[in-house]
């Protein structure tokens, strides 16, 4: 699995970890912010957060377009210095008066950051596969560096968590899921006397006076808020990792970096034998690319719900305590082990000498050894926040992905490995299974819109095994969708369209993120929880339809 690949792809995989274990930490509570910091409803938040991830993703389409002219290397230099900014300021607890402000003027610098380092990075990635002695391995490394990106993404959840409830910790709060809405109502005059109620129980439980329910609202929002914004600080550590990372190790990538004039330059020099798009070529290449990009809007869409719907499904409808086996996986050290685990024992059989084969089998019994005495010493309950549910999607693909890159190593050497627009496709139809999942669970719950006339306080609470079961189908989707995506783009785009064509893919996303905000705004209007669930469905099963009705044509321009 990691054999034959230039030493390139691992210098650009782990600068690209730190800089996502930054972004994810960030993204993990920014829902919970807005809504704490702001008093904003689903809806409003739902607005902010879908318009910040379009940012994030259509600013690559710019930052590709720059990379084509003035160099990718210098334009993901500058991106990193940009985003470091935009984190720098996100941390900085300001008065209300100004903080709405203060908080766009940092999410414009991290989107712009964050346009000038992600597509411009993973085209270095692209290019390294250039070589005749390396394309055949192109997948693969996409799918080797989407997993370094989990990698980061795995860890940043509990970050969130742990540094948000130490500095809670030292105002003497601790985290409670419904307290920040509650406190807001109460505020606002808005509130229920049911609410009230509960609100005094949970302020009780805080140890503040009941006689002063105004005074223990706004500290607790004060608090919260001011813990959040120092767990968006955890981005600029990683940032600083990131670019140490980027610039100590350029010397295994430089030969990647190729501006469209070099490239030019090169081109003019070969012979008259070496293939050259014709401008027909270069067309259909485009048009399948824009069809792909098409597709995948809606699997973004559906994708990023982890930081929206599904966070507000896991605050409110999903327990917030956890028992048995389950348990074991929300401590993010429990999962380290298990990921150990799994890769001792690939190891252990794919391994070609016995030295091997021995190191991979003590790895594996010592991380089963731990596993054991870990799961022995941990308490019959544990509780769970929201936001930690967010750390099973980058789990689950650092310990699938040298699943799938085996299977589909063995299914090539078979000569029956699926093209990539076919993995696609299969993709956008498990996604649909993803989010069934979801409207399974919430066949017996209050819809959103009741949940809020009760003073947001469910009496019914699902397990949650229903929202781990669904982030694990929605990884296999992810799997054959994203990293297969990224490296159709690095092979279809022309060469002079690189940068261009993998911001298109962003874009792509971009409207997928911003589209997310839909789902956030039926989310309060009175339908059925399970029927919110089912327009994620119709519309993945619908892509999937359209992606395989023009199979042919992608498959034909990728041997082209």
């Not at 485009?286 to 719900?305: E, N, T």
Request: net charge positive; glycine share 8%; with cysteine.
């Amino acid at each position: 699995m990691f054999k034959g690949h230039p030493k390139g792809l691992y210098a650009l995989s782990l600068a690209n970890t730190g800089e996502r274990f930054g972004y994810y930490t960030m993204l993990a509570i920014f829902v919970l912010f807005l809504q704490a910091k702001f008093g904003f409803d689903e809806d409003q938040a739902g607005d902010i957060y879908g318009i910040f991830l379009a940012m994030v993703y259509f600013m690559p389409f710019v930052g590709g377009i720059l990379a084509d002219r003035w160099g990718y290397g210098k334009m993901v230099t500058i991106g990193i210095a940009v985003m470091f900014t935009g984190y720098l300021f996100l941390t900085v607890p300001v008065s209300s008066s100004v903080a709405l402000y203060a908080m766009y003027a940092s999410l414009f610098l991290i989107s712009v950051g964050t346009g000038l380092f992600k597509g411009n990075l993973q085209v270095l990635v692209g290019n390294l596969y250039d070589a005749p002695e390396h394309k055949d391995k192109r997948d693969n490394a996409f799918s080797l560096f989407y997993m370094a990106i989990n990698i980061g993404a795995m860890f940043a959840p509990t970050a969130a968590t742990k540094v948000t409830n130490y500095f809670l910790d030292k105002d003497h709060f601790s985290y409670h899921a419904q307290i920040p809405s509650l406190a807001h109502q109460y505020l606002d005059g808005t509130i229920t006397p049911e609410a009230v109620e509960r609100l005094q129980q949970l302020a009780a439980g805080q140890g503040a006076a009941l006689n002063d329910l105004g005074a223990f609202s706004q500290n607790y929002i004060e608090s919260l808020s001011g813990a959040y914004n120092y767990g968006f600080g955890v981005a600029c550590i990683s940032l600083i990792a990131s670019m140490l990372i980027y610039v100590i190790f350029r010397r295994t990538y430089k030969h990647a970096d190729v501006s469209v004039k070099q490239w030019k330059k090169k081109l003019s020099g070969m012979d008259n034998s070496t293939a050259v798009l014709t401008p027909s070529q270069t067309r259909s290449r485009i048009v399948a690319l824009v069809l792909v990009f098409f597709v995948v809007i809606f699997f973004w869409m559906s994708f990023h719900q982890n930081g929206l719907t599904m966070t507000f499904f896991a605050r409110d409808y999903t327990s917030s305590s956890s028992e048995g086996i389950t348990r074991f996986g929300f401590d993010i050290f429990n999962l380290v082990l298990i990921t150990i685990a799994v890769y001792g024992g690939f190891g252990l059989f794919h391994s070609a000498t016995r030295r091997a084969k021995l190191l991979s089998g003590s790895v594996l019994v010592a991380a089963a050894a731990g596993i054991i005495v870990r799961y022995a010493g941990m308490p019959e309950s544990i509780d769970i926040a929201p936001q930690i549910f967010q750390q099973f999607n980058p789990f689950f693909v650092v310990v699938l992905t040298p699943v799938s890159i085996a299977m589909f190593g063995m299914l090539a050497k078979k000569k029956k490995e699926p093209s990539t627009p076919r993995k696609i496709g299969m993709g956008m139809i498990i996604a649909a299974f993803g989010f069934v999942i979801l409207a399974c669970a919430s066949q017996d719950l209050a819809s959103p819109c009741d949940l809020k006339a009760m003073g947001g306080v469910s009496d019914t609470q699902v397990s949650p095994d229903w929202l781990i079961s669904t982030y694990l189908v929605l990884t296999f989707a992810e799997l054959l969708l994203s990293p297969m995506g990224i490296s159709f783009v690095s092979k279809v785009a022309p060469p002079q369209y690189k940068g261009l064509m993998m911001g298109g893919w962003f874009v792509a996303t971009a409207v997928g993120n911003y589209l997310t905000k839909v789902i956030a705004k039926i989310w309060g209007s009175g339908m059925p929880l399970w029927m919110i669930w089912s327009v994620l469905i119709v519309l993945c099963l619908l892509s999937a339809v359209f992606i395989f009705s023009i199979i042919k044509k992608l498959e034909k321009v990728t041997h082209q």
